[in-house]
């Protein structure tokens, strides 16, 4: 091994403790913001500050990974489920708007609009934030939707990263806009959002 490689402690005794570290870092944040001390978070979380530091070099690095983690609880399982069902052939329109409907379940909630905020507010001191953002945000998903609308033969997309953004735009970006001001969007209008932005989005490329 060498001088500059880190070594991150395995095993499951660890494993709880950087599931107890990263849980008390997202609640420590979200209450007192990014000044918040790694002090502060290894109390919550009921262990060393260098045990924190063991499994995480940095504040920033705890950050990014809070990042991570909670994006994953959030939208992972909709990933999963999106996959399965383009892979077992399912409706796309049905999948489109089950995909979309996880992400609104995902993003719109306190802790995660005001994760987002965080992140804003951080950006630009340390940009890795967004990136951590958008690669497990709804990034994630581009690779398989495009791939699954490219090989449907009643859609023409010949620009697939403006499409997929026209997507966004139509289900799920109005629920990001109104929730960081702290408003909701209620579930019959959602509903109705997500069922005609997919219509119109099928519609436009349509063939």
Known sequence: MSATTKHIPSGERAARKRTAILRAAREVFLDSGFGAG?????????VSKVTVYNHFGSKEELFIEVVRDSLEQALGETLRVMREDLRG?????????????????????????????????????????????????????????AQALNQRNDLRIPNMDLALVQFYALVLYPHIVHSAYGDTLDEDFTDELITTGVDMFLSYYRA
């Open 38 to 46: 790694i002090d502060q978070i290894a109390a919550e979380a009921g």
């Open 89 to 145: 052939g399912d409706d796309i329109r049905e999948v489109l708007v089950r995909t979309a409907r996880g992400w609104v379940r995902g993003l719109v909630n306190r802790d995660i609009s005001a994760l987002r905020a965080l992140i804003i507010a951080e950006s630009r001191r340390f940009p890795e934030l967004g990136r951590a953002w958008r690669e497990r945000g709804p990034d994630r998903f581009a690779g398989p939707l």
